[in-house]
């Protein structure tokens, strides 16, 4: 996600520098975008006004912020962070805080529309933080992205995103059962979808994984490791808030078979591969 994301930034004629831990990615994005390499988190934010970090979960977030060779140690005091990883609230809570008292702004910022809508800066962006953070990190934002919206604190955008991704959860489930249906009535499952896709059924997911599913082609797109990675962070929250989940749990144990199949890192419509399994 990073590297195209990065790149949009490049092309728009901003100065930027990138630092990954498989130092061979960050050197095949300098040699098609140009820019430069950091040694360590620390060094690539030297003098950088916006650092964004888009890694993998609470604890990878918390290796490239903090100590020595952390990008903290190094910002400087006006600075802004944005996260783009998919985290916890808390996670953004505390590092608000910790950005705060060196006098840095901090923005949870994650995203969705998966890697096609990073290639094409088409992502959508949820974010929390303060108001004069987003003001000034908003226009580099939309380099890459189709909507950028500031929904609240910080933990706002990591709440948000919850939220997405309950949805896709419930949505990818439905289309699984509905193609699985089609197949076992006798119907030709892709000309269903181009019937229903003009109607109320219609979805991102049903336009854009559907015939896939079909196919039973998932070598692509957001990995079921991933997804369950979040399932967990919004179960966690749930039980906190004391929101309700009985279909978003179901799914993350679906996922868990799909896991158990062999599909931990194919595509999250890799669900239907559980009830083909059952004939």
């Not at 702004?105 to 108001?131: C, H, K, R, W, Y």
Request: with cysteine; net charge neutral.
């Amino acid at each position: 996600m990073g590297f195209p994301m990065a790149g949009h930034l490049k092309r728009a004629g901003h100065d930027v520098a990138v630092f990954n831990r498989t130092t061979t990615k960050a050197h095949q994005w300098t040699e098609q975008y140009g820019g430069r390499v950091g040694a360590t988190p620390a060094e690539a934010v030297l003098g950088a006004q916006v650092v964004m970090l888009c890694v993998g979960n609470d604890d990878d977030v918390r290796a490239v912020v903090y100590g020595e060779h952390g990008v903290l140690n190094s910002m400087p005091t006006g600075s802004i962070l944005v996260d783009h990883t998919t985290a916890s609230a808390d996670l953004a809570r505390e590092l608000a805080a910790a950005c705060a008292q060196r006098g840095i702004g901090f923005l949870d910022a994650p995203v969705s529309g998966g890697q096609a809508g990073a290639q094409n800066g088409a992502l959508t962006i949820m974010v929390g933080g303060e108001a004069v953070h987003f003001a000034r990190a908003e226009p580099v934002l939309k380099h890459y992205a189709k909507s950028v919206r500031l929904l609240g604190p910080a933990g706002s955008g990591q709440l948000a995103k919850m939220v997405n991704q309950i949805c896709i959860a419930g949505v990818v489930q439905g289309l699984a059962e509905a193609l699985h249906f089609a197949n076992c009535a006798g119907l030709d499952a892709k000309a269903v979808l181009d019937v229903i896709s003009k109607g109320a059924a219609q979805s991102w997911q049903m336009e854009n994984r559907g015939y896939t599913m079909v196919d039973g082609q998932f070598d692509f797109g957001f990995a079921v490791d991933w997804m369950r990675k979040d399932l967990s962070i919004t179960l966690n929250e749930a039980r906190r808030n004391g929101a309700q989940l009985p279909v978003t749990a179901l799914v993350d144990q679906f996922y868990s078979e799909v896991q158990a199949l062999g599909g931990s890192r194919q595509d999250t419509s890799s669900l239907i591969r559980r009830l083909k399994s059952r004939g």
